[in-house]
């Protein structure tokens, strides 16, 4: 029987290529802009947070991790002004420096949009679930040597380079446990659900006309007398 069984393998390679897709696919959206990452992949031995701003998030569950994103001042202005420009701010009500707290907690946002989709994947994807803490961007000016905070017994560590649409850089840093996921029989992951189709469908709900009530001449319906009743 085991001979019978599939042997797709997920492995720290796809792991990492999942994520980074979610980074493209949501600051691209958010953005309007053409975020793309590296085709080579650096085997790294520590994770480290690095000048100018970055931020972590620890993960645990169906397996445990560490995901760091460093970014230039100047990636992380770019990304930090598309996005509120595309929302319609005007730019002259946006921060001017990176160090600015807006800047921070924009761009903690857009990671969290990032690690919500990632791990949204990998519920559908792998059938397993982890959870995340709120990631918060940090404005630093040397580099700080993360670990991750649990019981790794083969941690294995990589790094993707990042490009924003006018050519500047940023880095993702993934430390997980040696992990393969072996899929065990067939099955079809789950479709995500389109939000902008289910916004337009609430939309399209809410201004439906109503259908006219129907009641004899001259008189009233049961329902417009219960509607006058509730004062409507």
């Given at each position: 029987?085991?001979a019978d069984?599939?042997?797709t393998?997920?492995?720290t ?8 897709n ?9 953005t ?9 992949v650096?085997r790294?031995?520590?994770?480290s947070?690095?000048?100018?701003i970055?931020?972590?998030v620890?993960f ?5 991790g ?5 970014f230039?001042?100047?990636?992380a202005?770019e990304?930090y002004?598309?996005?509120l420009?595309n929302m ?5 009500d946006?921060?001017s420096?990176?160090?600015s707290?807006?800047v921070?907690?924009v761009?903690g946002?857009?990671?969290?949009q990032?690690?919500g ?8 994807e792998?059938q ?5 803490n ?20 083969h941690?294995?560590?990589r790094?993707v ?5 006018r ?6 840093e993934l430390?997980?446990d ?6 065990l ?7 995500a659900p389109?939000p ?11 201004v439906?006309?109503a259908?006219p ?7 009233d319906?049961d329902t417009?007398a219960l509607l006058r009743?509730?004062?409507?």
């Amino acid at each position: 029987m085991a001979a019978d069984r599939p042997d797709t393998v997920f492995d720290t390679e796809d792991l990492l290529l999942s994520l980074c897709n979610s980074v493209t696919k949501v600051l691209n959206a958010a953005t309007n802009g053409s975020v793309t990452y590296s085709g080579m992949v650096q085997r790294i031995q520590k994770t480290s947070l690095k000048p100018d701003i970055g931020c972590f998030v620890l993960f645990d569950g169906g397996f445990s991790g560490l995901v760091i994103l460093n970014f230039t001042a100047p990636a992380a202005m770019e990304l930090y002004q598309s996005y509120l420009l595309n929302m319609g701010m005007a730019k002259e009500d946006l921060a001017s420096a990176h160090t600015s707290d807006e800047v921070a907690n924009v761009m903690g946002e857009l990671m969290n949009q990032v690690l919500g989709d990632f791990t949204s994947k990998v519920r559908r994807e792998l059938q397993t679930h982890i959870t995340q803490n709120q990631p918060k961007m940090l404005v630093i000016n040397k580099q700080v040597v993360l670990s991750v905070d649990a019981n790794l017994d083969h941690p294995e560590a990589r790094r993707v380079t990042f490009y924003t649409g006018r050519n500047n850089i940023f880095y993702l840093e993934l430390a997980i446990d040696r992990t393969e996921f072996v899929k065990l029989v067939d099955f079809e992951p789950q479709e995500a659900p389109d939000p902008d189709a289910l916004m337009e469908q609430a939309a399209g709900s809410a201004v439906a006309p109503a259908a006219p009530a129907t009641g004899t001449p001259g008189g009233d319906s049961d329902t417009d007398a219960l509607l006058r009743s509730l004062g409507m």
